[in-house]
């Protein structure tokens, strides 16, 4: 216990900060960086076996799916079919994206079921034209049709609408928002269309199945985690290894001195041995002080020895100095 109080009270500010530091460091990989990483590779696991699914599984009425009462977006990537029309007119472009690093815009536009819901169709992408502009490309189709297409869930992204070009864009799919710029009350899912369905353009890719790397990083983070408590430890212990290693040398030197001097360099000074010199000094001096100012009173009074022997050798005779 002695020796935890030594090093507590030896602790400098820098030492403190260390330790607030690292508490901090150690919390956020545990609570933040490590949870957000293994999160992200729990949903690359998802979309994989969900893409895995889809490629194998036959295509299904879309509601089918939207009637289950398992969440849809367990569904995503499935491959559906849904007979309506599109509505030409209700046209946005989505902006800022990218086929093989060129830039395109995806072409979204509204279709209405058999049922008379709207929902939104990915139908592609065209590449995007000098100075931003949007390039001739074939409309949609008004007549009923059937289409095979894959579900697919809004974003959380803004969507920022903006007009370019006189044309309706946005940054993202985000159904709600661009359901008010074209004034239709849309689905909360969207639907991708391959390539060879009525009215497609150029398919939209679809991610590839991949294992990530953000395992690794989650991995990562938790080691950093458990390392920085272990790195400051051994500098502590390093630290009271020094002190230590000093203390040592220090008694030794004292040792060497003899029992009875005392080292400049000594740290384990005796109190009383101290004051007993102090006090030794102090009378000392304070007799000196003493018996020089008797002897400056005795020389004011009656001057120096020369001086008494001229006054006597000046003084009258008499017959009784005869």
Known sequence: ???????????????????????????????????????????????????????????????????RDAPLDESEWHRVTVTGRYLPEDEVLLRQQAVDGEQVYQVLTAFRTEGGDDLLINRGWVRVGENNTVPT???????????????????DTPAEPIVLHDRHMVRS????????????????????????????????????????????????????GVLAPIGLGYFLWSEIRERRRQRSQGNDEQGSLGDGAVGPGDRDIDPDVVSG??????????????????????????????????????????????
């Open 1 to 67: 216990m002695n020796g935890v109080q030594r090093v507590f009270r030896g602790m400098t500010p820098g030492w403190l900060i260390s330790f607030i530091a690292v508490a901090l460091f150690v919390y956020t990989c545990f609570t933040l960086l490590a949870p957000w990483q293994l999160g992200k590779n729990e949903d690359l696991k998802t979309r994989n076996s969900q893409l895995l699914h889809s490629v194998e599984a036959d295509p299904v009425p879309l509601t089918e799916l939207t009637a």
């Open 173 to 224: 799919i985000e159904t709600s928002t661009i359901g008010r710029v074209l004034d239709l009350d849309l689905a909360g899912y969207h639907l991708q269309l391959p390539g060879g369905q009525p009215g497609s353009l150029e398919p939209t890719p679809i991610p590839e199945v991949e294992a990530g790397s953000y395992l690794s990083y989650g991995l990562q983070w938790l080691a950093f």
């Open 137 to 155: 490309y074939p409309a949609a189709v008004a007549d009923p049709v059937t289409i095979t297409a894959r579900l697919r869930m809004p974003t």
């Open 277 to 322: 010199h102090i006090a030794e000094v102090d009378a000392a001096t304070e007799a000196v002080a003493h018996d020089r100012l008797v002897t400056m009173t005795v020389r004011d009074r009656y001057g120096t020895r020369f001086e008494a022997e001229r006054r006597r050798r000046l003084r009258p005779r008499n017959r009784l100095d005869y």
